[in-house]
């Protein structure tokens, strides 16, 4: 008869776990908060209706790095204060590419932090 509930308590032991607070039985009835995943960098999206160019500084008279098209999706890295591009002086540096683009042709989908 020992043997019968040593080997009943055993298996009662396996199927429900240890019961300490830190056991697994606690931990599979606390409540799991479900976290969104979030993007590392906000996305921006090009609403300009023609290519934009990517400067090598935050102003219209420096260099041009690369073309962005109309639609495109970018991640943004930081904005600063530029050069004014039609009455917007706020530019977004890209991540990834040593570029910035002013803020007038690039709608951000989530705040950016500053520079």
């Known amino acids: ?3 019968t509930v040593w080997v009943c308590t055993l298996a009662a032991g396996l199927a429900l776990g240890p019961m300490t607070a830190s056991g697994w039985a606690a931990q599979q009835h606390a409540p799991v908060a479900a976290a969104a995943p ?3 960098y906000p996305v ?3 609403v300009s ?3 934009l160019n990517v400067r ?3 102003t219209v ?3 041009t790095v690369k073309v962005l098209r ?3 999706r970018v991640l943004l890295n930081c904005q600063k204060r530029g050069g004014w591009v039609d009455g917007n002086p706020v530019w977004y540096r890209l991540q990834g590419s040593a ?3 002013s803020a007038r042709y690039v709608h951000n989908h989530q705040p950016v932090r500053s520079c």
Do not use: H
């Open 1 to 3: 008869m020992k043997k």
């Open 38 to 40: 979030r993007a590392a």
């Open 44 to 46: 921006g999206e090009v």
């Open 49 to 51: 209706d023609a290519p």
């Open 56 to 58: 090598q500084r935050a």
């Open 61 to 63: 008279s420096s260099g």
């Open 70 to 72: 109309p639609g495109q």
């Open 99 to 101: 570029g910035w683009v």
